[in-house]
Structures are given as C-alpha cells and as structure tokens.
C-alpha cells in the first residue's frame, strides 16, 4: 500500500470504520449534488423547451395560450424566490460544505487525514497479491 493510504500507528479498527463510515456518507452526499446539478440543469432545459412551445403556439394562433405559458410558466420560481441554481447554492454553501469540512475535520484528527484507509485495506486483503490486474498501485516497484 501506499504510505498515503496505510493506518497510522496505533489507531484501533472501530476507529477506522467510522472514519471509513463517515466518508462513505459523504460520497452518497456528493451522489445527491449530482442529481441536485440534474435538477437544476433538467428544469433550466424544460423552462426553454416551455418557451419555445410557448413561440409554436403564437405561430399557430394560439396567442392567449401562448401567452399564458409565457407569463405563468416560463421564468417562474421552482420555490419561493428561487431558481434552481439559487437551491445549489444555499446547498453548496450550507450543507454540502459543512459535510466536506467535517469529513475533513475527522480524518485529519484520527487518520492525519489520510483518505480511504478502510478501503485501502479491504483492497489489500481482497486482491490476489502477484496477479496481473491486482497490482496495489499502477506502477507497482
């Protein structure tokens, strides 16, 4: 293993699957700024694809739906005051944030913020140590 991944002296295996524990939450965290990205960018597509809809219909001669579309519809708020970039943000700097830098904290207090020491070692426990495809790194010395 790499000297980046190994446990420090000392440090108990409990310790080590909190640690391990804790980062995995924020991994499903960052799965869930990835669908909140997917929303956001989802909602801006269909506000324009609403307005071009909103345009067939004027064209056709449906001028009062077309305006209602635009006037309801089109710019609209996703919440109170807000657009879906302004939800990314408040979670960026709120949530997400303080879940990285908590993460962060803990690691640095208890592993000298070594990441993924508990997968380091299920890695090195699991792999069939001198078979091609089971190096410890790619460059294995």
């Known amino acids: 293993m790499l000297e980046d991944h190994v446990r420090p002296e000392g440090l108990d295996d409990a310790t080590v699957a909190a640690v391990g524990r804790l980062t995995e939450a924020l991994e499903t965290v960052e799965r869930a700024r990835g ?8 909602t801006g597509e269909a506000d324009i694809k609403a ?3 909103a345009e ?25 005051g ?12 709120g949530y997400w ?3 990285r830098g908590l993460e962060r904290d803990v690691r640095e207090a208890l592993t000298g913020g070594r990441r993924h020491v508990y ?3 299920m890695k090195e ?7 091609p495809g089971h190096e410890a790194r790619p460059a294995e010395l």
């Not at 669908?35 to 989802?42: E, S, T, V």
């Not at 056709?60 to 109170?80: D, F, P, Y």
């Not at 426990?125 to 078979?131: C, E, I, P």
Request: hydrophobic share 40%; proline share 0%.
């Open 97 to 99: 944030s303080t879940f």
């Open 125 to 131: 426990d699991r792999r069939t140590h001198g078979l």
């Open 51 to 53: 307005g071009d809809a």
């Open 35 to 42: 669908r909140l990205f997917d929303f956001h960018q989802l």
């Open 56 to 80: 067939q219909l004027r064209a056709a001669g449906h001028v009062e739906l077309a305006e209602r579309v635009e006037t309801e519809l089109v710019g609209r708020n996703v919440l109170k």
């Open 119 to 121: 997968e380091a070692e």
């Open 82 to 93: 807000r657009w879906t970039f302004q939800i990314v943000e408040d979670y960026d700097d």
